[in-house]
């Protein structure tokens, strides 16, 4: 685990929510050359041994809210702990929100037999430049979360939300990339109503 801290949801559908949040070290990005690990805004969590070793019991005992989210890294890095760490917050009532950049099956989660190890909501987050998505998350995912950076065009768009009925999509502008990213996300969005823009309103609020 990397840390748990408590915040108000920035991004996506649930922001301007109060959230405890659990950042689990670790992330795939790199191996599979993905390009979101020249703006990710958590680099010290990317490797597991930035982490540190941690008991469900104790990330559970520092979660302060009724809504959990996990992140990471990528949380599926863990998909065993994780699965342990989803059914303890849900043994104590707690509603859980996981993001992940969809590259890992969550079969482990979903496919375990015990709905205790579902996420209530699961934002899917995929990474340029090749956005691709395991198999076993058609038809779980609640948000689509698009980050307008110079990979993602209406094409690339348009396939996902497609590949993913029932999302909602939320296009947020990469923070590094200024004017060029915000007008990239506003246009997506105006040519798709159904569509939402999702700023990062922590960093703007210097919110962890």
Same mark, same amino acid.
């Given at each position: @685990?990397?840390? *748990?801290?408590?915040?108000?949801?920035?991004?996506?559908?649930?922001?301007? =929510? &109060? @959230?405890?949040?659990?950042?689990?070290?670790?992330?795939?990005?790199?191996?599979?050359?993905?390009?979101?690990?020249?703006?990710?805004?958590? &680099?010290? +969590?990317?490797?597991?041994?930035?982490?540190?070793?941690? +008991?469900?019991?104790?990330? =559970?005992?520092?979660?302060?809210?009724?809504?959990?989210?996990?992140?990471?890294?990528?949380?599926?890095?863990?998909?065993?702990?994780?699965?342990?760490?989803?059914?303890? #917050?849900?043994?104590?009532?707690? %509603?859980?929100?996981?993001?992940?950049?969809?590259?890992?099956? &969550?079969?482990?989660? #979903?496919?375990?037999?015990?709905?205790?190890?579902?996420?209530?909501? *699961?934002?899917? +987050?995929? %990474?340029?430049?090749?956005?691709?998505?395991?198999?076993?998350?058609?038809?779980?995912?609640?948000?689509? %979360?698009?980050?307008?950076?110079?990979?993602?065009?209406?094409?690339?768009?348009?396939?996902?939300?497609?590949?993913?009925?029932?999302?909602?999509?939320?296009?947020?502008?990469?923070?590094?990339?200024?004017?060029?990213?915000?007008?990239?996300?506003?246009?997506? *969005? @105006?040519?798709?109503?159904?569509?939402?823009?999702?700023?990062?309103?922590?960093?703007?609020?210097?919110? &962890?």
């Amino acid at each position: @685990m990397a840390e *748990v801290f408590d915040s108000i949801q920035g991004e996506g559908f649930w922001a301007g =929510v &109060p @959230m405890s949040f659990v950042r689990l070290a670790g992330c795939n990005a790199a191996e599979l050359g993905l390009a979101c690990v020249r703006w990710c805004d958590t &680099p010290l +969590s990317r490797a597991e041994q930035d982490g540190r070793k941690t +008991s469900v019991e104790e990330v =559970v005992a520092g979660v302060t809210l009724p809504r959990v989210c996990i992140t990471g890294g990528e949380p599926l890095c863990q998909a065993v702990v994780l699965a342990s760490l989803i059914r303890e #917050l849900h043994r104590v009532g707690a %509603k859980v929100h996981l993001e992940t950049n969809g590259t890992i099956d &969550p079969g482990p989660l #979903l496919d375990s037999g015990d709905p205790r190890t579902e996420p209530d909501w *699961v934002v899917l +987050s995929p %990474k340029p430049p090749y956005f691709a998505i395991a198999s076993g998350w058609h038809g779980a995912v609640d948000e689509l %979360k698009l980050v307008a950076d110079e990979f993602l065009d209406n094409e690339q768009a348009e396939r996902l939300s497609v590949s993913n009925p029932g999302a909602i999509v939320c296009v947020q502008p990469e923070w590094g990339g200024g004017r060029a990213a915000l007008d990239r996300a506003i246009a997506l *969005v @105006m040519s798709h109503p159904v569509w939402r823009l999702s700023a990062q309103v922590h960093r703007l609020l210097g919110l &962890p």
